[in-house]
């Protein structure tokens, strides 16, 4: 079955940065966009980038030019390496791929305070 696991959040100062990462299994990984969300208490889930099986990306305005999104198809990967980190960014991210049939992984906590 497909699954989707993420890892690589935690606790960071502001300006600070992570590395996400989102292994995933059960599809043709490298024939899919992957997309990674963020979830924030009391606030809707939001895309916050994407990457097509091409390698073409796209990002929300708020994280331009400090998170990247990329993809290793050969380790079935995605990662969202994530620079400049403001309290803001504090929230569950949560890797996302569509198959059709929508699928989710668990999140990873990042907390950005000080």
């Known amino acids: 079955q497909v699954q989707l696991v993420e890892s690589g959040g935690g606790l960071v100062q502001p300006g600070g940065s992570l590395r996400l990462s989102c292994v995933a299994s059960?599809?043709?990984?490298?024939?899919?966009?992957m997309r990674w969300f963020r979830q924030a208490p009391g606030k809707k889930r939001e895309l916050v980038a994407a990457?097509?099986?091409?390698?073409?990306?796209e990002y929300t305005n708020s994280v331009k030019g400090r998170f990247t999104i990329s993809r290793d198809n050969a380790k079935k990967m995605v990662y969202l390496q994530m620079n400049s980190l403001k309290p803001e960014d504090t929230a569950v991210y949560l890797c996302?791929?569509?198959?059709?049939?929508?699928?989710w992984g668990q999140g990873t906590q990042v907390t950005v305070s000080s």
């Open positions: 990457i097509s099986s091409g390698g073409s990306t």
């Open positions: 059960g599809f043709i990984f490298s024939r899919y966009a």
């Open positions: 996302n791929t569509y198959l059709p049939a929508t699928y």
